[in-house]
Every structure is written in C-alpha cells, then in structure tokens.
C-alpha cells in the first residue's frame, strides 16, 4: 500500500470515528469506514486513480468521497475532518500532545465520557480504567507525568 493511499484510509478511518463518537447517522459513518478498507485494499495509488477520472469505480467511493479525495490529494487533508476537529474547546483539543492520546481518544473523553478538565483525566488515569479505551497508547504513569507537567508550565487548568 502507499504512503498516500494509508495515510487517506486512516483520515478516513478517523473521520467514521469522530462521527461515531458524536452518534452521526450510522449510514455516514460505514461509508467512511467502507471507503477506508477500499482505498486500503487498492493495488495502485489513489492519486493514479483519481488522475484518470476512476475515483468512483472503487468499491464504496461515491461522487461526495470522490470530492473528498481529490481534495485531499490538492491539499493533504479534508476540510470537514478539520471541521470536526476543531469542535473542540482548545484547551482539551490540546490532550493530543499527550502521550498516546490521539484525536479520536481526545474526541471520546470529551463527548462521550465528559472529561473536562486535567482532573478528569487524571481521575480517569489513575482508576485505570483509560486503558480499556481503544487507541490509548501510552502507559499510565507516562500520561500521569505529562499530565503533571502540563499542570507546573501553566498550559492546562
């Protein structure tokens, strides 16, 4: 798989997280999952694809997920997965530059678990329950220690 054709199949894959995580229309969220696994399972690169007008001969890739992709091959990423993004206050959308707290984790502490502030999360740290989370990284005292850290610089309340 290529570099391009990976890196296109995980925003996508991300993007069907982000939406389940705020209970989207399920119909929404398979289609991007069906189009992460078809861009993953493609023998050639998505950019030879789109190049020859055949976005849409891929299994699940429709005229909106075409757009989708010809926007990302012009500008390495898609407007509406920053839209989702961004939908976070910006003091916990920072979380991600914690150890193994990605965007889609981040995302789910937020809606779905209501975690608020540092202390909600180190709460959720300390009863060990964060690593039962899927996409949890980082160990709990590495995270304990960030979480400290950013605590003594002032970045975080």
Known sequence: MTDTN???AELFQAMAELLAI???NPHRIRAYRRAAESVTGLQEDVAAVAARGELQRIPGIGR???S???EFLKTGTIESYEELKISLPPEIAA???L???SDTVVQHLYFRLGIRTLTDLETLVRSRL????PGVTASDEDLLAAIQARRRSGLSP
């Open 99 to 101: 150890p193994g707290l």
């Open 6 to 8: 990976r890196t296109l």
């Open 95 to 97: 979380w991600t530059a």
């Open 68 to 70: 989708k992709i010809q």
């Open 22 to 24: 705020r209970r989207a």
């Open 64 to 66: 909106d997920l075409s």
């Open 130 to 133: 964060l690593r039962t989370l």
